[in-house]
């Protein structure tokens, strides 16, 4: 080939090269630049050393083993690699690319590097070690995972090794015998390779053999002992974790067979490789055999007296795992109270939430969308300081989704990528109040801002990183940025954050361009020398692309720090499989599906203006974020560095909450008999759902309340159980969310001879109480459609006060408005027009609930009107009178239904 045309082909090779490589280069340049703007470029450095690094030497550790093996062959075949020098280095480089793809890949980079990272890290001071062998936790979460991903590589290299040892030798015999075959003159269609062309005669009495067979049985020894920890993950009908057959007799068959292993290596260099397999097989088929004839002849019949001990192992290291052990627990001695002193539970009251999740979303889109193609896509529960009181309210940011854009905007390509860049402002209301149409009082509404308090500001309402968003968008451009309506007109604006990485330069649109496959990046010319590109702004996808070895929550929550700032919190999961006598669990969104290990370990903030994030360390008692922190110092920050601002919003996690909950309605039995036989297994209370209107399980509730002995009311996230097959309450659970007390869990649980109503059975008496059964029949039956909310269990001192609103809503329509409220206490059902009527009834003392809330005559709070004031009082003794006939009306309806529960329990014992 002449010069000229060898040039031309390695321009052509050049060229299609570059072609195929420029999204893969591209892909870097931006991942560099969105790396540089979260200040995390080192983080990512260190990600991609520590996912090439282990695999690059895995792979060189491979190759040295293959072209040992391949020059062993040819030794063997009696062929000089000397004499086919060409062939040698196309070979050699042939067994590089084997070993890369096979070998490299074999080895798990991110388990070499958590063991790197806990190494790193140091010990950390041990909560709970293994009852069988004393080892901590790391032991488990990253030292076994190390050595038995490191076995599976050494028996990845000895197979390659045999595979090519073999290959090289018999090609090569087969090759010489050929040749010798064509030297003789005879034609090449007669050549013979042998009775059996893939026999390698002689193979095993090689000294090559003889190693290889050696590492393989001192790695299949190190496989079993290593094996002997994976027991205390063994899964029982009953329990999780090693048994009696597994310590008493599985155990010491292990070590029999590691012993048996180990005797084998020398007879291999005997050559008696008879015997030495007949060892190993003998200890191999005992292993399996006798630890079920053992369970089955003697454990079986006896197997309560025998696991014992092994069931209080599983119990105690479960209750470990999912740090359950912390909590407090609490006796609740509860009362038959069923009035309600409204001044010793002011904030109580103030904070009971009549408005439903649900509800309130169809509410506000109605009534504060502004436009079509503004979303509502979540309400947060949360907490502010509102004239010097603690109030609960309902927050929902107003974010834009362009898939519900006319679609002639929608097409234009500046309208998503320019225009539409950002949600506006939030919808914020208290919990309880309504107005007389039934609908809520807002306490943020609009666009700007409208803000009907002074403890609440909002400095930036733009909203650029949120839950529904899309990517990218060009910011600080010369096309000015819808911010929201006002009237028949758009208000626009320009972004002044530092949000986003320059997209400046021709280079880098160009890779943008590449990257998202869009020529218009090119091609406009909007962008200018401040302009910023943004992407990953859905702040769980941010998260998730920052640090996807942390599990992270579904449900981002938004929060307005003092400053006036909007901050995203999200709540991040270190999670295991490996936690031993630890019952798993599948967690649905999580990575790790099957978990027997979970800690809040992180706390992560994001600016909804500018995407600034931060990754608080938030649990460093866990092993596993210690790590990861070892690895990457610049990603996280020390709690104690959090705005106080923000802290004051942060609570207990609720996904976290409901795996607790689902694992304590078990092991809230210690006592190992008791949880063998099922005793006490509890259920989740149930309640009706909105949705359906079939019972369903309640999900975790944030409340303000008041815990037992506990002087001032609180933010808590609480649940309440119910025996299995039965509906009256007999515990709920509780997680404290205010300052130092965030993260303490407490467990109340009933006597089980004091019948106390549960929710479900709330519910019922709900459904059989005629004056509601008429209401609710009646309106299902004039074009429009009766909403039931969620029902609330509220601890009122050593009772429970349940609280139901019922929403109607036109079929024409989705706008939920308030129509009746329900509350129970004791024996006592309530059912009245608003909050305050239902109070007074409640009342211990008789006295009017204060009710501007219902004398509202708008959602934004507005003063009431005539005659929303409560009547004069009459005559004293009529007062008393309709009083009297009032709560006899009460007791009666009552009396009825204790006698349907009383027929309903009458005849589940029979």
């Known amino acids: 080939m002449e010069p000229r045309q060898l040039r031309n082909l390695v321009l052509i090779a050049l060229a299609v090269i570059l072609v195929a490589g420029s999204r893969t280069i591209a892909d870097f340049i931006i991942e560099y630049s969105w790396w540089r703007e979260v200040g995390q470029v080192s983080t990512w450095v260190n990600m991609l050393l520590y996912q090439i690094a282990p695999a690059v030497m895995a792979a060189l550790i491979g190759w040295t083993a293959a072209l040992w093996a391949h020059a062993r062959g040819m030794y063997f075949s009696g062929v000089s690699r000397r004499a086919y020098p060409l062939y040698t280095r196309i070979v050699s480089a042939g067994l590089l690319l084997v070993s890369v793809i096979f070998v490299g890949t074999s080895i798990n980079s991110w388990k070499v590097m958590a063991y790197v990272g806990s190494q790193e890290a140091g010990p950390v001071q041990a909560a709970w070690l293994d009852p069988v062998f004393g080892r901590d936790l790391s032991f488990y979460l990253f030292d076994l995972p190390f050595y038995t991903a490191l076995l599976g590589f050494v028996f990845t290299v000895a197979f390659i090794s045999v595979i090519v040892f073999w290959a090289t030798a018999r090609g090569w015999q087969i090759y010489e015998r050929f040749q010798r075959f064509r030297a003789s003159g005879r034609p090449s269609e007669e050549f013979d390779p042998g009775p059996n062309p893939l026999l390698l005669e002689g193979a095993t009495q090689t000294s090559f053999a003889r190693i290889l067979a050696s590492i393989v049985l001192v790695g299949a020894a190190g496989w079993f002992f290593l094996g002997r920890y994976s027991l205390l993950l063994n899964t029982h009908p009953f329990m999780t974790g090693m048994d009696f057959v597994d310590e008493k007799v599985t155990l010491p068959l292990r070590w029999a067979v590691i012993l048996a292993l180990l005797a084998a290596v020398p007879l291999v260099w005997m050559r008696r490789l008879r015997v030495a397999a007949g060892v190993v097989a003998a200890a191999i088929v005992a292993n399996s055999l006798v630890p079920t004839l053992v369970r089955a002849a003697y454990v079986r019949p006896n197997e309560l007296q025998l696991e014992k001990d092994y069931i209080a192992r599983h119990i105690e290291a479960t209750r470990v795992a999912y740090d359950l052990s912390g909590g407090s627990e609490v006796t609740f001695a509860a009362s038959l109270q069923e009035g309600l002193d409204v001044e ?235 936690h031993p006598y630890s019952a798993p669990i599948n967690v649905p969104g999580f990575e790790t599906r099957r978990t027997n290990y979970i800690r809040n370990s992180v706390k992560a903030t994001i600016d909804a203006y500018d995407g600034s994030t931060t990754l608080y360390l938030w649990d460093e008692s866990d092993p596993i974020i210690q790590a990861y922190a070892a690895l990457f110092p610049q990603l996280f920050t020390p709690k104690s560095e959090m705005p106080p601002s923000v802290r004051a919003h942060t609570r207990y996690p609720l996904m976290l909450f409901d795996v607790q909950a689902e694992l304590y309605r078990t092991f809230h039995m210690k006592d190992p008999e008791v949880f063998y036989n099922k005793e006490d297994v509890w259920e989740v209370a149930q309640s009706l759902s909105g949705d359906t209107g079939r019972a369903d399980r309640m999900k975790p509730t944030y409340i303000v309340a008041r815990l037992p002995g506990v002087a001032e009311p609180e933010f808590i996230l609480m649940l309440p159980f119910t025996p299995r097959g039965k509906d009256n309450l007999i515990g709920w659970m509780a997680a404290r969310c205010d300052g130092d007390k965030l993260g303490e869990l407490l467990f109340f649980q009933l006597s089980k001879q004091q019948l106390v109503f549960g929710p479900n059975q709330i519910e019922s008496r709900i459904n059989q109480d005629q004056e ?139």
């Open 344 to 578: 010793a539970h002011a904030t109580l009251v103030d904070n009971i939430r009549l408005w439903d999740t649900a509800a309130f979303t169809d509410t506000i889109t109605q009534i504060q969308a502004l436009r079509p193609y503004y979303r509502f896509a979540d309400i947060d529960i949360d907490r502010y300081t509102i004239d010097g009181k603690l109030k609960q309210v309902l927050l929902s940011p107003r974010e834009i989704d362009i898939n519900q854009l006319p679609a002639e905007a929608r097409a234009s390509w500046i309208n998503t990528h320019f225009f539409y860049t950002h949600g506006f402002g939030v919808v914020m209301s208290e919990v309880n109040r309504t107005t007389p149409d039934g609908l809520p009082v807002l306490l943020i509404q609009d666009a700007p801002p409208e803000i009907r308090s002074k403890d609440l500001d909002i400095k930036q309402a733009a909203i650029y990183y949120g839950e529904v968003t899309h990517d990218p968008v060009f910011v600080d451009t010369d096309q000015a940025e819808f911010d929201y309506p006002s009237g028949d007109r758009n208000i626009t604006s320009s972004y002044q954050g530092k949000g986003g990485f320059p997209i400046d330069s021709l280079p880098l649109r160009v890779a943008a361009a590449l990257r998202e496959g869009e020529i218009n990046i090119i091609l406009t010319g909007l962008t200018n020398a401040n302009s910023r590109m943004m992407i990953y702004r859905n702040v769980s996808e941010r998260l998730e692309h920052l640090a996807d070895f942390i599990e992270w929550d579904y449900d981002p929550y938004l929060a307005i720090a003092e400053d006036g700032r909007l901050v995203w919190i999200v709540d991040g999961y270190t999670v295991s499989d490996a």
């Open 772 to 910: 509601i059964a008429k209401d609710l029949t009646l309106w299902n039956q004039q074009g429009s459609r009766v909403l039931r909310g969620e029902l609330l269990a509220l601890p009122v001192d050593d009772a429970f006060l349940y609280v139901e609103s019922i929403y109607i809503q036109a079929e024409s329509a989705r706008m939920p408005q308030l129509r009746k409220v329900v509350l129970a206490m004791g024996n006592r059902l309530i059912y009245e027009d608003t909050f305050g009527e239902a109070l007074d009834k409640l009342s211990i003392e008789g006295a009017r609930f204060p009710g501007p809330a219902e004398t509202e005559t708008s959602q934004t709070g507005g003063p009431p009107e005539g005659g929303g004031g409560p009547e004069p009082p009459g005559d004293a003794e009529r007062q008393r009178s309709k009083a009297l006939a009032q709560r006899l009306r009460d007791l009666r309806r009552q009396a009825e239904q204790l006698a349907s529960e009383l027929e309903k329990m009458e005849r589940e014992l029979q």
